[in-house]
């Protein structure tokens, strides 16, 4: 039998990409009713999951601890999600015609009360709101007398959003066209400030009260995590509902957002271990 590879025949691929088509046409038909879907689907992972994680000395161990091969691996495994992406948005890959398709049709059929909505969960991973949360939160940790927190801390939310100024001008994607008038957005596209922004400062926030309150019932820990979760979930999900980012443009957003959390957290335990 020979070892190489059959290539998929056109009918198969034509299969393939409608049924892709299909499904951003039905979800940019039903934009508020996948909105709920979405939210659901993050309460019913993350809420096991962080009980779960209650378990796992990777929450628990101490603030000094390295991080642990599982954070290691997912920093390596999302780099190389995020590099065949990238990839696929800049060479037009199949991946491309998903997002257009999606943008198109939620064009035509979000409602103006939607995308109000949309706007106002939005503002929870604005610039403005992220950088008065950086300010503030450095200014509490250097009263508090914790230096490494507070640089964690400034590292994380003005470095990523260094570090997603530095990928979009890689990659130099335009965003969709969002002619309904009730937001724009300049700049680039891929990957989206908004979910990375999102998932470094609230993903930090919470895994900075887990450690400060180890005492805490499990079951609020586990609600802390499921809040951060439909955060930036929310975000995310918003900034396609409002056309000012395509599908790939959020997931490149949390992989690279995830990947900046997990080494930021690596620098506070790494300056903690020197103090």
């Known amino acids: 039998m020979s070892g190489v590879p059959i290539p998929a025949s056109p009918d198969a691929l034509a299969t393939h990409s409608a049924f892709w088509t299909s499904v951003a046409q039905h979800w940019g038909q039903a934009p508020g009713n996948v909105f709920v879907l ?25 603030l000094y601890a390295p991080l ?18 990238a990839w696929q948005v800049v060479h037009n890959g199949p991946v491309t015609r998903l997002d257009t398709t999606l943008a ?9 009360a939607l995308l109000h909505l949309f706007g106002s969960v939005s503002h929870l991973a604005d610039t403005p709101v992220l950088t008065a949360a950086c300010i503030a939160g450095a200014l509490f940790w250097i009263w508090r007398g914790e230096r490494p927190m507070a640089i964690g801390w400034v590292w994380a939310i003005a470095g990523n959003a260094l570090l997603n100024t530095g990928l979009k001008q890689w ?22 400030g908004h979910s990375s922004g999102s998932l470094v400062a609230y993903g930090m926030l919470a895994w900075i009260l887990l450690h400060r309150h180890p005492h805490w019932p ?35 957003g949390w992989l690279s957002g995830s990947i900046w959390l997990l080494g930021s957290i690596g620098l506070v335990r790494a300056l903690e271990r020197r103090t």
């Not at 954070?71 to 992406?85: D, E, H």
């Open 218 to 252: 499990r079951g609020l820990r586990a609600a802390l995590i499921t809040l951060a979760a439909l955060a930036v979930a929310a975000v995310g999900y918003s900034r396609i509902g409002l056309q000012v980012h395509y599908l790939t443009d959020v997931l490149g």
């Open 104 to 112: 198109h049709t939620l064009s035509l059929h979000v409602h103006p």
């Open 68 to 85: 642990g091969n599982s954070a290691t691996a997912w920093m390596l495994l999302a780099a190389t999600l995020w590099s065949v992406l």
């Open 38 to 62: 979405w939210l659901l689907t993050v309460v019913t992972i993350a809420l096991p999951l962080g009980s779960y994680m209650q378990r796992d000395s990777a929450i628990r161990r101490p």
């Open 171 to 192: 990659v130099g994607r335009v965003r969709p066209e969002h002619l309904e008038g009730y937001t724009m957005a300049g700049g680039l596209s891929f990957p989206s």
